[in-house]
């Protein structure tokens, strides 16, 4: 009961992590997780305070800090679980993007080209029909 895949696509296998899969350890590795989550927020959280609460250090200093909590914060969580699929995904994205089509320079100027027509049209339109209104609504009152 599977997906019906039409005739001439290719057959694409399912894209997806099975972590329940073993379950020998796993306690210890959510909790490890957890604890790891929980130092990386606690860590870029301290960046972003120390931003705030050390205002006798010079600005470019105080900018350094939350940057480096930042990469450290972000390190840590891509040695996560959630990281490491949050990570897949990037990889998947990157992979999608590049099958897709981009249109060529003349493609993309036609296309503002007609929008650009198509917005001073209906500018033009809404321009005249705010006129008539206004010039009925004058007749009708006055």
Do not use: C
């Not at 606690?42 to 900018?63: A, D, E, K, N």
């Not at 099958?99 to 209906?122: A, H």
């Amino acid at each position: 009961m599977g997906v019906q895949v039409p005739p001439g696509l290719p057959e694409l296998e399912p894209i997806g992590i099975n972590f329940m899969n073993d379950n020998v350890g796993h306690q210890e590795s959510s909790l490890l997780d957890t604890v790891k989550l929980l130092g990386s927020v606690l860590i870029l959280l301290v960046g972003i305070f120390s931003y705030y609460y050390l205002i006798q250090i010079s600005i470019l200093f105080r900018v350094l800090m939350v940057l480096a909590s930042a990469v450290v914060s972000l390190v840590i969580f891509f040695q996560t679980q959630r990281g490491r699929v949050l990570w897949e995904f990037f990889q998947g994205s990157r992979v999608e993007i590049k099958k897709v089509i981009w249109p060529t320079k003349q493609e993309t100027f036609q296309t503002t080209l007609t929008v650009f027509v198509f917005v001073l049209i209906m500018g033009i339109f809404f321009w005249l029909l705010d006129f008539l209104l206004l010039f009925l609504t004058t007749t009708i009152t006055s």
